[in-house]
């Protein structure tokens, strides 16, 4: 009986307000069980996953955690934006990264996390002892990027309000592993909507993701990252939900409420405007076709108007406060100097191999394997925590194997993909913004630091693709083989992900 | 159904004995180094370009598997290394481009023996990024040189060889202090970790067996 049937018959006496605390709970448990169960144990898998990273991973031995920890921290104690991009953090959370010999350990892979009973006492006294100051004007990095991921970490930070940074910042760490069950639950939303033909391959794909070491990592730590790949996952959900039932009022609004949710989380979000701007022009014209013209510019609307709103209340609060908006988006300048078209040539090389006739910006690296493939086998910590080299080589057995039944696989679909070219090319679109923003943003600190944001990371919010990816090649692998080859993968990214952890131990208290 | 079970148990058999084969095997450790220590980084040369830094009267510990050669950089370049003593090239190794942090392990080939009075040259192909090298100050009659010309001091060089305990015997230690720098301090952190595991292990497990045909 669905959640809609309940309502009449069940509706209590005791007023309207009870009746409509009532309704809301049903159909939100209603909403709950459309989710099939698989999702949420992927989600489940995902979210423990996250928080054993965040206990393996010392404390602020994530990329920029101790900026992150600032930003919350000014948040939740004045209300205010942090106004400062310094490093020099609050008197606090300095005393905590001193006595955890954050900067000795950090980037110098020779030195471990502390390790004896005195370095313990000492840490603990330095917590106790440490004045407190309300808020951090400071919060390095992060002072550039918008506030939705910090408000919702200032709940967690309030909670543990009183105890000492590192109760806090465990806490919020908790909160941040939720967004990896999230991001889970929406890639395998998102590939039910994608791969309607073969439930059993969303499994695959959906829990391999959630199994995906980075995710964790990322995840168990204090970083906006988190959420970003949330929100993202959410997006690609929700495109692909309109794009297999068509626009609606609803599906409109879900895409615009999940853009603004996505902006206000961190910028890199821009990156994916182009191909939702795409997807919004496509699934416009599908809709005036079938409901008229009127009708879908109404529900174009209401999606653009749920995506700005938010936004440009954000910017007002901005303008009203200190600086420009979205601060940090001055990334794309461009180095001083240089042409469009040489900005436009070091993005591609940044991810493929260089074409004849360019020049070089990275003399005897091969991008696409050494920065992309192998930042994502294996590099946690401050980017200073990696796997012998002979794992990196080993791992490309069967990376080649997973791309070659996932072409397979596209091969023996390639009717179905003639007639669904509109939505992969808004997925392509999706991941080309993406991959340029990252690229422009590097080229700015070019050639000082030759790819200074060529982090596997910063593609994350592509999972779905990837999970798409995984899905595809157990399919390709055939009917007979197929499943078998989907647990294969399965076991593959657990393995990936236990040896992972494994490494980071290894390094911190090996 | 039948299939997929038997997969899932063979990749849980090789991912055992990899786990097996990881703890039986003994992390590296610094059989020597010229690096006094507790003495803070200090920079002896820095470099925009490729160069080759060599340093002479070094000694080589038996076993030596890896040098650990104390450059700085943000994305360090490649990295070359070259041992040789007496006219003869001892041994080799290189290490690609990526590296981040203050120090570069470039594997070399295993050292049957001690070798005494080496020569070790390091060389990288630096184009744009500033690459520093750190190490003691010293005259220049026994400082590193780059070419003709002598740096500040002598290059910090650690050579690394396996342990003699396996990763198995240092789990205890290695479990305690994962207990250290946290909130609520003690061994509590690794059965957590352990029971998460073996709970994503048992929910991955279980969910693949009752979605796959």
Redesign the interface.
């Not at chain 2, 290490?95 to 120090?103: D, F, M, Q």
């Given at each position: 009986m669905s959640a809609r049937a309940v309502t009449p018959t069940s509706a209590p006496r005791h007023g309207s307000r009870a009746a409509s605390a009532g309704d809301r709970r049903r159909r939100a448990s209603g909403l709950a069980r459309r989710v099939p169960r698989a999702a949420w144990i992927c989600g489940l898998i995902a979210c423990l996953n996250a928080i054993c990273w965040s206990l393996v991973t010392p404390a602020f031995q994530v990329p920029d955690e101790p900026s992150h920890f600032a930003y919350v921290k000014q948040l939740a104690e004045t209300g205010e934006l942090p106004t400062s991009s310094s490093q020099v953090t609050s008197s606090e959370e300095s005393a905590a990264l001193t006595a955890l010999h954050q900067v000795a350990v950090r980037q110098r892979p020779q030195n471990q996390a502390i390790a004896t009973n005195a370095e313990q006492r000492q840490l603990e006294s330095a917590l106790a002892a440490a004045p407190h100051e309300t808020g951090s004007p400071a919060a390095g990095v992060a002072t550039s990027q918008p506030p939705l991921y910090y408000a919702l970490e200032a709940i967690p930070y309030t909670v543990a309000r009183g105890s000492t940074v590192l109760d806090r910042l465990a806490l919020m760490r908790l909160a941040s592993s939720l967004f990896a069950g999230l991001s889970a639950v929406f890639v395998f939303l998102f590939l039910r909507e994608a791969l309607p033909r073969a439930p059993w391959a969303w499994t695959v794909g959906g829990l391999s993701v959630a199994l995906a070491p980075l995710l964790g990592f990322m995840s168990g730590a204090v970083n906006p990252d988190a959420m970003l790949f949330a929100a993202s996952a959410s997006l690609f959900y929700c495109l692909a939900r309109a794009f297999r039932r068509g626009l609606s009022a609803r599906r409109a609004a879900a895409i615009g409420a999940v853009s603004a949710i996505g902006l206000l989380t961190k910028l890199n979000f821009a990156g994916l405007l182009p191909g939702i701007a795409l997807a919004l022009a496509l699934l416009t014209l599908r809709a005036a076709r079938a409901h008229g013209a009127s009708t879908a510019l109404r529900w174009l609307a209401f999606a653009l108007a749920l995506g700005a709103v938010p936004l440009l209340a954000y910017a007002g609060v901005e303008a009203l406060s200190h600086e420009s908006l979205l601060r940090g988006a001055s990334v794309s300048s461009g180095s001083p100097g240089s042409s469009p078209l040489a900005e436009l040539d070091y993005i591609w090389q940044l991810y493929l191999p260089r074409l004849p006739g360019t020049a070089d910006y990275f003399p005897g690296l091969f991008t696409t394997r050494q920065l992309w493939f192998d930042g994502y086998v294996g590099l946690y910590g401050w980017l200073d925590t990696v796997f012998p080299s002979w794992v990196y080589d080993v791992a490309l057995i069967p990376a080649g194997a997973i791309a070659l039944l996932c072409a397979r696989a596209l091969v023996q679909a390639r009717a179905a993909l003639r007639s669904r070219a509109g939505e992969l090319l808004v997925y392509a679109t999706l991941a080309a913004g993406l991959m340029a923003l990252v690229g422009a943003a590097s080229f700015t600190a070019f050639p000082q630091i030759d790819a200074e944001y060529a982090q596997a990371r910063y593609l994350l919010p592509l999972l779905p693709l990837l999970g798409a990816v995984l899905a595809l090649a157990a399919r390709g692998a055939g009917r007979r083989w197929g499943p078998s080859a989907g647990a294969l993968i399965v076991v593959l990214f657990l393995a990936h992900d236990l040896f992972s952890q494994l490494l980071v131990v290894a390094r911190y208290y090996g | 159904?039948r299939?997929?079970t038997?997969?899932?148990v063979l990749?849980?058999a090789?991912?055992a004995c990899?786990?097996g084969l990881?703890l039986a095997h003994a992390?590296t450790t610094v059989a020597r180094t010229n690096r006094p220590p507790g003495q803070p980084e200090q920079e002896i040369a820095s470099s925009r370009e490729s160069s080759r830094y060599c340093q002479a009267d070094e000694t080589l510990p038996r076993g030596t598997s890896a040098l650990?050669v104390w450059l700085d950089a943000?994305?360090g370049?490649?990295v070359t290394v070259e041992v040789s003593a007496h006219g003869r090239r001892i041994a080799s190794g290189q290490?690609?481009?990526?590296?981040?942090?203050?120090?570069v392990?470039v594997?070399v080939t295993p050292l049957a023996r001690t070798i005494s009075e080496a020569s070790v040259c390091v060389s990288f192909?630096a184009?744009?990024?500033?690459v520093i090298a750190q190490g003691n100050p010293t005259p220049a009659a026994s400082a590193t040189r780059d070419g003709t010309e002598a740096l500040a001091g002598r290059l910090w060089i650690?050579y690394l060889r396996p342990g003699s305990r396996s990763?198995a015997s240092?789990a205890a230690s290695?479990a305690q202090?994962?207990g250290?720098?946290?909130?609520?301090?003690g061994i509590w952190?690794v059965f957590?970790?352990l029971a998460?595991?073996a709970?994503?292990?048992a929910?991955?497990f279980?969910?693949?067996l009752?979605?796959?045909?």
């Open positions: - | 159904m299939r997929v038997l997969t899932l990749g849980l090789g991912v990899a786990i990881t992390p650990r943000a994305y370049p490649r290490r690609g481009s990526g590296w981040i942090g203050g120090a392990t594997p192909d184009r744009d990024e500033t650690e990763w240092l290695t202090r994962m250290f720098g946290r909130a609520a301090p952190v957590a970790a998460l595991m709970a994503v292990l929910l991955a279980r969910l693949v009752s979605e796959l045909p």
